[in-house]
């Protein structure tokens, strides 16, 4: 099974003092322990990374995004340009944000398995992309 893992699901797992913390680290197990492969792209890099910044510090940021990057368990994707066209088509007809209409074009287009994320009412409007809830028993 391949699946993308949401930016906001790394930030959770992260910061302890978020009450999403625990539900997070959970959900990254279980699907480190299905044996998943965690996809990533420079989105969820990028977003991690920046909010990681923001609520700790540089060297903080830095080495826990190579820690996700490097994590065995996860595989970096590249965003290519046909994904990028597309998720703009998708940004302007669904009213989503262009980040995550990059991120879910890429779980369609790479027909990984769904997204995990807790931002649900965004994702749900792409028709095609399996949104598995952050809180969900999946």
């Known amino acids: 099974m391949r699946v993308f893992v949401d930016s906001n699901v790394f930030i959770f797992a992260n910061i302890e003092e978020y009450p999403e ?10 699907l480190m322990d299905k044996s998943c492969k965690i996809l990533l792209n420079a989105i969820i890099v990028s977003e991690v990374h920046y ?9 903080e940021a830095y080495e826990r995004t190579l820690k996700i990057i490097f994590s065995g368990h996860v595989e ?11 998720a703009i088509e998708l940004s302007l007809s ?15 287009d790479l027909d990984a398995d769904g997204l995990v994320t807790d931002n649900t009412k965004d994702f749900v ?14």
């Open 76 to 86: 970096y994707v590249q965003l290519e340009e046909d994904t990028v066209l597309k």
């Open 51 to 59: 909010k990681l910044y923001r609520l700790l510090n540089a060297e």
């Open 125 to 138: 409007k792409v028709e095609g992309l399996r949104v598995i809830e952050l809180r969900g028993d999946e």
């Open 21 to 30: 913390h625990n539900i997070a680290k959970k959900k990254l197990k279980n």
């Open 94 to 108: 669904k009213n989503i944000r262009i980040n995550d209409a990059l991120i879910a074009q890429h779980v369609l």
